[in-house]
């Protein structure tokens, strides 16, 4: 006897789709932060997300089905947080914090679904934006990422055969599991999966996260996936990303104005969260600029968290100036989170070792790395640099210059004044992987 | 390719055992409710809770293995309430009120194991007892049932094939899709389902209530299983149970104080509880000396749970009771809970249909009705009147007189005690299907 469950054969096959996201709550942690502060500070700012392809050699729009791009936008739609996870979003502590969300903020979640999107293709490119109030569109981001990325994989896996497929997982798990086998030999590793917006899949993810859980054990410090956190008793991680100082940048009434906006940013943060929510991300309009003119209190920040730069100078740099500020470093820590693997979390992990405590972030290769994992070379199904930003604020430009000019996003004649303003110190030019 | 996850089929192979009880939320909400009133009123209180087989022909410890059944309780006590349960018992409404449950109740709680067990094997019966506080010891009643009856279960089903094993379970949903047919055709009917002590197996209700979810919609008002309800976004269900007024019956001093104590038991009940949750179990010395003796203010509660007595003659008891009370049973709940079936169902729905409230909570005869499943007649398949009642309070005996003579329990001499104090107005001898 072959187990075949007829009724689930059925039911899957006669299925209008296969969902991809099936929760609200299957976001990254630091969208409901940011989303806390912006609907304190700045609910009705009107602004635009857009999806950026930055791998433009791949034609997104050829590789999938829109129709079905569509069906799992509208999918996403008719979510809401279910009861059991507002009680758990209520209840739960994050980062040792009781109630981090305020009662009238959930009450307001609780009612909450994703707006309307606007969907074009142009040169086999998906043009896919998201307009509206800051604090109703900001949530799309992760959700229309890692649809887009899965429906890429299911289109990449399409022509394999049973036994093809099976070996496709199984290579990735040998893989991975390899990775952890690495990762065990670095005592006191703090590493986490940030890895939501650009996994493979849902179910691919979800069982990187709870292989981590298993292999690492206590090094496994948790997810940036909420429902993935509440699911396995993990916590919940992350604190907060460049569209905060984007949207503050674009809307500064002059450059004056503009100088002070990373700073001003930290100071909205602050009424809001406190002790390790407390993490400067200093490269949106670049890292030198940032801890040259910073005020003294920053540096009573908990940590950095340098994305954009190469770990060891970003660190370094970050390390040099608490110095100077006459903190010591081994009170502070760094968050790594940028295109790292195994090769560079035990080259970041040796450097700093005693020197600052340092926490991973790992991101695309935990839950996207397939390569060498199909039958015959497949680039389909390898991850590629697609992000999704806010582009427009009430009529107005965003920019980001990040550290690495492959990362700066908008027009160019509104780049050039961000750089005229912040200056192109430590900028260095890096290929841009994930 | 046959589909065979060889990882999982090793790793179930290689189990020291398959956990029959997984969680401590896998029990009836009432036991949680009164557990609170216990741990505020008589936490130190030393009590016994014993097994007994009410079905006398089936010798259970020949049916299963004796070894299995301390690994399985084993496992039992191994289990302690996770993050994620904590959180949802602190942040769900219960009833329609929020924070039921008091946060030092709570801690108390959250350090919570079941305790040691006494068992012992005397004429093909198992001898299972729990000794000790009764906050510590009221906890095990609902896991020692399920434990016991799924190892029945489990035995009553070895020898078979796996088509079998198939056409066992494909018949037995048949069956209950039936009675979700029949019972779909009662408008307005609130049903719940209160079969965790003796369900055939937790997956097979877990089965049965998304069932019911599904198949009665709205009619459907929850489940008295607590994991179930919380997995499934549905209300926890249940209020309090004979073992309150017998441990107070076993203390009282004299005749009179244990005349007295069904009425304290409110009372007590009233100091935690409110609205819905104030439901009159009458039945543990007889409802006929309950409404005889009961003082007025037990009229203005908001409902009766009737269990013992037939449905229609008990609540026609109760409803003319109200109405001597100048009450309109309009107004008043009757909640029905003793050995019902679909039949019993139609029949009280009908008969009181627009006289009062209703709600029925249905147990065996939804997660244990395998009867005309198997291949041939088994009636180890059959469900028995298995109970783990109180039978011990400081070492004075406990008793329990119930409607139906056939549900005694207790020292003879002590029963012909209780019945000179309450009298046996009323007793009705019925068979004691389960």
């Not at 920040?301 to 994305?307: L, Q």
């Not at 110095?323 to 989170?337: E, H, I, N, Q, Y």
């Not at 009430?394 to 996003?409: E, Q």
């Amino acid at each position: 006897m072959t187990t075949t469950d007829l009724a689930k054969r059925v039911y899957d096959h006669t299925w209008k789709l296969d969902p991809i996201v099936r929760s609200l709550l299957d976001t990254d942690f630091y969208k409901l932060l940011m989303l806390q502060m912006i609907w304190g500070l700045y609910r009705d700012q009107q602004v635009t997300f857009s999806l950026v392809n930055r791998t433009t050699s791949v034609r997104v729009a050829e590789e999938i089905d829109v129709a079905e791009l569509r069906d799992q936008l509208d999918h996403a739609r008719s979510l809401t947080v279910s009861k059991k996870e507002m009680i758990w979003l209520a209840g739960n502590s994050f980062y040792g914090r009781a109630h981090i969300f305020e009662p009238s903020f959930l009450s307001w979640l609780a009612d909450y679904s994703l707006p309307d999107y606007d969907l074009a293709i142009r040169d086999g490119q998906l043009e896919l934006s998201f307009s509206g109030s800051w604090v109703d569109v900001t949530l799309w981001e992760i959700p229309a990422l890692a649809i887009i990325n899965e429906l890429r994989s299911r289109a990449a896996l399409k022509g394999l055969g049973r036994f093809q497929l099976d070996v496709v997982y199984a290579r990735a798990k040998a893989k991975l599991w390899s990775k952890v086998e690495r990762l065990r030999n670095l005592p006191d590793l703090r590493i986490s999966d940030f890895g939501t917006r650009r996994r493979h899949s849902f179910l691919w993810q979800r069982w990187c996260v709870e292989a981590l859980k298993e292999g690492l054990g206590d090094s496994f410090s948790g997810t940036s996936n909420v429902l993935l956190a509440m699911d396995n008793d993990l916590e919940a991680l992350g604190t907060n990303a460049h569209e905060l100082p984007m949207v503050l940048a674009a809307l500064a009434r002059d450059d004056a104005a503009l100088r002070r906006t990373p700073y001003q940013v930290l100071a909205d943060w602050r009424k809001y969260y406190g002790g390790n929510l407390l993490i400067v991300l200093p490269d949106t309009f670049g890292t030198a600029p940032f801890l040259r003119d910073a005020p003294d209190w920053v540096a009573d920040w908990t940590g950095f968290r340098p994305d954009s730069a190469p770990p060891i100078a970003g660190g370094e740099a970050v390390i040099a100036w608490w110095r100077a500020r006459g903190r010591d470093p081994r009170d502070k820590l760094l968050v790594f989170s940028d295109a790292l693997d195994v090769d560079t979390i035990e080259k970041a992990y040796h450097h700093f070792h005693g020197r600052v405590r340092m926490s991973f972030g790992w991101g695309t290769n935990l839950t996207n790395d397939f390569a060498g994992c199909a039958p015959t070379p497949n680039g389909n199904l390898k991850a590629i640099s697609l992000v999704c930003k806010v582009t427009d604020v009430g009529g107005r430009p965003a920019v980001k210059l990040s550290d690495n000019p492959g990362k700066a996003l908008g027009r160019p004649e509104e780049v050039a004044r961000y750089l005229r303003v912040f200056g192109s110190a430590g900028h260095v030019a890096q290929p841009v992987l994930v």
